[in-house]
């Protein structure tokens, strides 16, 4: 960590210039990192940032990756199945459109939701959220609300766990019928690994302290109780 | 970063009468309700957020027990001529035994029985004990514990996926088909339930009630 007397910019009245660990609520004074360098909470040892350089570039093309990727996921044949010349080949898309009529409809929209919508919701969000900030330009509208959805719907987006679903799938489908995996579950596993090196990018408080720094619109809240401008 | 504070106690956000925005970190004023910078509500580390947890846990708790008790699918061979097998989340575990796939049988015990059972276990226990005494160690161990539950919860998931995935595959009309059961929606609530509320938890409280003294009583940092 740095030497704190450097600093010395914060308020304790108004919290200006501070930062909280969301874990344990231990105050920190809020430093400019250099790329590589790591914060720790001086309390629980939580990583509190870990700015990387490039990233933001980095982040939204592993965005794009996902959304292209996705598309693949879910149009190209997933599984396919065949025994004793009854054979059958799915894509994702197909397999929501057979249960579109059937009781089984949440169980499916919400699958579906699960694997395909929310990954490319946070992907889209992610890339709304960084272009302009990448550019140097001032964010969107609503591009904190943007970051703060797409970091929240962060464990609802199952995609991985859907391929390990597939593997167990495919063993106990074994015994039935025959089974090719197809090139949607390749874009599949190829989006784990596109998202495992998103999160190696991925530093909320180096991309929250680059919305407010480009110019933040904010609904006025600030002045009325009294932030420091 | 650095410490706030002077070494020995740790100086907290709430302590010094202000409130950290648990989505961006961001330190606001005690009486501020909404976070400037990201939007989010500003929640002071409060016992009463417990509430939250239990009633999610509650409702998980409801959910898993006819997830365990119907059949998690229905599985028919030649249009039932050949019978049609139900199986439960146990039986499923069972049957992948019996014809040999040790290594699948394992990782949906894990994670359809262990998972679920040992997160009901640690979110009743972190929210039992959350708020009390406890000494840095201690603490450090439950905040590893939160951390591990809030990881590996989602991994429930994957049974539901598995019943998902056969039953649009296995749609071979006269051969065979595949049918989820009751207890496949049951438990997709359940597991959702379960991380709601192992999010509604607040990690902070785990620190709460702590006497003041950071880990690390040798790292002497100046004051403010």
């Keep these: 960590m740095q030497d704190m007397d450097a600093q010395g910019s914060f308020d304790l009245t108004t919290g200006r210039g501070l930062m909280a660990c969301p874990r344990c609520d231990a105050l920190h004074v809020e430093e400019e990192l250099q790329p590589g360098e790591t914060a720790r909470c001086i309390r629980c040892g939580g990583v509190l940032a870990r700015p990387r350089g490039g990233a933001f570039g980095q982040l939204i093309a592993l965005a794009f990756t996902a959304m292209v990727l996705m598309m693949g996921a879910v149009f190209f044949p997933f599984l396919e199945i065949s025994r004793m010349g009854f054979g059958n080949a799915t894509s994702l898309f197909g397999v929501a459109m057979a249960f579109a009529d059937g009781v089984l409809l949440p169980l499916v929209l919400a699958v579906l939701t699960m694997i395909v919508g929310l990954p490319v919701l946070r992907s889209f969000l992610l890339v709304y959220t960084l272009a302009p900030l990448a550019q140097g330009r001032a964010p969107y509208r609503h591009a904190a609300r943007a970051f703060r959805w797409s970091e929240e719907l962060r464990p609802w987006s199952m995609a991985e766990i859907f391929v390990i679903g597939t593997a167990v799938a495919l063993v106990k489908v074994a015994g039935l019928a025959t089974v090719h995996l197809g090139p949607a579950f390749w874009a599949f596993c190829a989006l784990i690994l596109v998202n495992l090196a998103s999160r190696g990018f991925m530093c909320q408080t180096t991309i929250w302290d680059a919305i407010e720094d480009a110019g933040l619109k904010t609904d006025g809240r600030e002045m009325a109780k009294g932030r420091a401008p | ?224």
């Excluded at chain 2, 330190?27 to 947890?53: H, I, S, Y």
């Excluded at chain 2, 938890?201 to 009630?209: K, N, Q, S, T």
């Design chain 2, 1 to 224: 970063m650095t410490d706030a504070a002077p070494t020995a106690p740790v100086m907290t956000a709430h302590r010094a009468g202000l409130v950290g925005c648990r989505s961006c970190g961001r330190v606001w004023p005690e009486d501020q309700e909404t976070c400037n910078r990201c939007g989010a509500d500003l929640v002071p580390p409060d016992r009463r957020g417990l509430q939250k947890v239990w009633a999610w846990w509650l409702a998980g708790l409801i959910m898993y027990v006819p997830a365990n008790l119907f059949p998690m699918m229905r599985t028919q061979t030649f249009a039932g001529l050949q019978g049609s097998t139900e199986a439960t989340i146990l039986e499923g575990v069972v049957e992948l035994i019996h014809y040999g796939n040790y290594d699948i049988a394992a990782i949906v015990f894990v994670a359809s029985i262990i998972v679920p059972i040992a997160k009901f276990l640690s979110i009743a226990w972190l929210a039992r004990v959350a708020g009390q005494p406890a000494t840095v160690e201690q603490a450090h161990t439950r905040l590893k514990i939160y951390e591990v539950v809030e990881f590996i919860g989602r991994w429930s998931m994957i049974d539901v996926f598995v019943v998902a995935i056969l039953s649009a595959l296995v749609q071979l009309g006269f051969v065979a088909s595949i049918h989820p059961g009751p207890a496949a929606v049951s438990f997709a609530l359940s597991v959702a339930f379960t991380m709601l509320s192992a999010q509604s938890f607040d990690p902070r409280l785990i620190w709460r009630g702590l006497p003041l003294r950071s880990r690390t009583d040798t790292d002497d940092k100046g004051q403010d």
